[in-house]
């Protein structure tokens, strides 16, 4: 039977029920490829091919014998390498905890075992996770599957690349500010960051706590919704976790959204745009208006303002996780992570608790902009993937400093803890993915699964594939594994 290169959840799924492939067959051949390709990534901290085994030759002897627990049962997946895993280590992407082995998962891990998913491996991270380029000093640079000069953007660079390149089916990442988003948009796939508190964080490594949250990437929204809804649900052991239901959109097959409204927050998320991102953000508002939404233009104030906020109060947060490490192990951590732990120690407590403050203004100027729309739609980065090791990038004839412009659009909206869906939306004329992002109304999850689906399904964008996927190894047969 001859797998697809990059299989979906739904398509593994069926082929499983129909017995024409086994979960073992899916997990050597999943191996079989990240020892082909991953050299050339980097997107694996650790491969767990024996653990992978023998939980694919469980899931197939259960599956055979009528036994399926659902749609991820005996689908290989992979985690941010700061997510605990029993028996499996879990780095953070530290030199300091490089032989850091866990005695339990974390609470998504267990989750995602109860639902029969296969964890393959642990992802390649920026240092402790902060950071947007996913290089790091210990482990060295993640890169990007669409062109391996490139980043795959951060922290979670390790996830989206190994997904867009076909190493797994699914994957799990973090977003503080933007870590989800970022890489999906710059690998060309679909990732999550749902409402604050939706997801489970127990189990996983810290660093902003008033900011983090997890969620999944996905080849398609159907893929990422399938993986969200596993993970997804009140935990009473996570202090900040949400008892709020979970909803299960219906996702159709028809591309419709009459009755929509998307509101369009012209001013600083269409503005310094690079060209090839604003001609693709402009058609993909044509294509929500085909589909039947309205758009709606909408002010969004304060933009910048919660940017700066969410600086000091990130350097604040992190600092206070590793403070004791400063001291200890200071050596031991990375040139651009240590700088921007030693500027969270000079953040004044009064500063911090005015920017809380001032941080509930913009959670209030965000759920007045969504109070007459559905979603927000917005360019989820604005300028082209920066290559690796490269601090600055010309665009449209300015130098941008890449850190600052890539977050730009992005980390505002992690100070509201609304979710957030990115998808693909078209390419960079040097062929790299560019990406859009939906914004809904608190624990609406659903609502921009819907939307992103809708698009998803009146184009091609997800459909892509880099080359590295698309062409088989010299001398093999491409019709086969």
């Given at each position: 039977?001859?797998?697809?290169?990059?299989?979906?959840?739904?398509?593994?799924?069926?082929?499983?029920?129909?017995?024409?492939?086994?979960?073992?067959?899916?997990?050597?051949?999943?191996?079989?490829?990240?020892?082909?390709?991953?050299?050339?990534?980097?997107?694996?901290?650790?491969?767990?091919?024996?653990?992978?085994?023998?939980?694919?030759?469980?899931?197939?002897?259960?599956?055979?014998?009528?036994?399926?627990?659902?749609?991820?049962?005996?689908?290989?997946?992979?985690?941010?390498?700061?997510?605990?895993?029993?028996?499996?280590?879990?780095?953070?992407?530290?030199?300091?905890?490089?032989?850091?082995?866990?005695?339990?998962?974390?609470?998504?891990?267990?989750?995602?075992?109860?639902?029969?998913?296969?964890?393959?491996?642990?992802?390649?991270?920026?240092?402790?996770?902060?950071?947007?380029?996913?290089?790091?000093?210990?482990?060295?640079?993640?890169?990007?599957?669409?062109?391996?000069?490139?980043?795959?953007?951060?922290?979670?660079?390790?996830?989206?690349?190994?997904?867009?390149?076909?190493?797994?089916?699914?994957?799990?990442?973090?977003?503080?500010?933007?870590?989800?988003?970022?890489?999906?948009?710059?690998?060309?796939?679909?990732?999550?960051?749902?409402?604050?508190?939706?997801?489970?964080?127990?189990?996983?490594?810290?660093?902003?706590?008033?900011?983090?949250?997890?969620?999944?990437?996905?080849?398609?929204?159907?893929?990422?919704?399938?993986?969200?809804?596993?993970?997804a649900g009140h935990d009473p052991r996570d202090p900040a976790s949400s008892k709020q239901a979970v909803d299960a959109p219906a996702l159709g097959r028809e591309p419709r959204l009459e009755g929509t409204v998307i509101g369009v927050p012209r001013g600083f998320y269409f503005e310094?745009?690079?060209?090839?991102?604003?001609s693709a953000m402009s058609a993909a508002l044509r294509v929500f208006e085909e589909l039947g939404a309205n758009l709606r233009e909408v002010e969004l104030p304060g933009v910048e303002l919660a940017n700066s906020l969410h600086r000091l109060i990130l350097l604040a947060e992190a600092?206070?996780?590793?403070?004791?490490?400063?001291?200890?192990?200071?050596?031991?951590?990375?040139?651009?992570?240590?700088?921007?732990?030693?500027?969270?120690?000079?953040?004044?407590?009064?500063?911090?608790?005015?920017?809380?403050?001032?941080?509930?203004?913009?959670?209030?100027?965000?759920?007045?902009?969504?109070?007459?729309?559905?979603?927000?739609?917005?360019?989820?980065?604005?300028?082209?993937?920066?290559?690796?090791?490269?601090?600055?990038?010309?665009?449209?004839?300015?130098?941008?400093?890449?850190?600052?412009?890539?977050?730009?659009?992005?980390?505002?909206?992690?100070?509201?803890?609304?979710?957030?869906?990115?998808?693909?939306?078209?390419?960079?004329?040097?062929?790299?993915?560019?990406?859009?992002?939906?914004?809904?109304?608190?624990?609406?999850?659903?609502?921009?699964?819907?939307?992103?689906?809708?698009?998803?399904?009146?184009?091609?964008?997800?459909?892509?594939?880099?080359?590295?996927?698309?062409?088989?190894?010299?001398?093999?047969?491409?019709?086969?594994?």
């Amino acid at each position: 039977m001859v797998i697809a290169p990059r299989p979906t959840i739904s398509e593994l799924s069926g082929l499983y029920e129909s017995g024409a492939v086994s979960p073992v067959e899916v997990v050597e051949e999943t191996v079989r490829r990240i020892k082909r390709l991953d050299p050339a990534l980097n997107s694996f901290v650790t491969v767990a091919e024996e653990h992978a085994l023998e939980r694919a030759r469980q899931a197939a002897a259960d599956i055979s014998a009528g036994r399926k627990r659902g749609p991820l049962h005996g689908i290989p997946y992979a985690a941010k390498d700061l997510l605990d895993t029993r028996g499996i280590r879990t780095t953070v992407g530290s030199k300091i905890m490089a032989d850091n082995v866990p005695d339990r998962d974390a609470a998504v891990i267990e989750k995602l075992d109860l639902a029969g998913a296969i964890l393959i491996g642990k992802t390649g991270l920026h240092e402790w996770a902060y950071g947007i380029t996913s290089t790091n000093p210990h482990f060295g640079p993640v890169r990007n599957p669409w062109d391996p000069e490139r980043i795959p953007g951060g922290s979670s660079g390790g996830s989206a690349s190994a997904l867009a390149a076909g190493l797994c089916a699914f994957s799990l990442g973090s977003d503080t500010g933007g870590s989800i988003r970022i890489p999906a948009a710059f690998c060309g796939i679909a990732g999550l960051k749902p409402t604050f508190g939706r997801i489970s964080r127990r189990g996983a490594f810290p660093l902003g706590h008033s900011l983090d949250t997890l969620g999944p990437f996905g080849l398609c929204v159907q893929d990422t919704l399938l993986a969200y809804l596993a993970m997804a649900g009140h935990d009473p052991r996570d202090p900040a976790s949400s008892k709020q239901a979970v909803d299960a959109p219906a996702l159709g097959r028809e591309p419709r959204l009459e009755g929509t409204v998307i509101g369009v927050p012209r001013g600083f998320y269409f503005e310094g745009l690079a060209p090839d991102v604003e001609s693709a953000m402009s058609a993909a508002l044509r294509v929500f208006e085909e589909l039947g939404a309205n758009l709606r233009e909408v002010e969004l104030p304060g933009v910048e303002l919660a940017n700066s906020l969410h600086r000091l109060i990130l350097l604040a947060e992190a600092t206070s996780v590793h403070r004791s490490r400063l001291v200890r192990r200071r050596a031991d951590f990375g040139e651009d992570v240590r700088l921007l732990l030693d500027q969270g120690r000079f953040v004044l407590a009064t500063d911090y608790l005015d920017a809380q403050r001032a941080r509930r203004e913009f959670c209030r100027s965000c759920e007045t902009a969504l109070s007459e729309v559905d979603a927000l739609v917005a360019p989820a980065i604005p300028i082209p993937t920066a290559r690796v090791g490269e601090l600055e990038i010309e665009v449209d004839g300015q130098i941008e400093n890449v850190r600052l412009a890539t977050t730009r659009n992005i980390r505002a909206l992690n100070l509201t803890g609304l979710p957030v869906l990115s998808v693909p939306c078209g390419f960079h004329r040097d062929g790299m993915p560019i990406g859009l992002q939906i914004v809904g109304r608190r624990y609406r999850e659903d609502r921009i699964l819907s939307i992103g689906h809708a698009y998803e399904q009146a184009t091609t964008w997800h459909t892509q594939l880099p080359a590295m996927v698309r062409e088989p190894p010299s001398g093999t047969d491409p019709t086969g594994p």
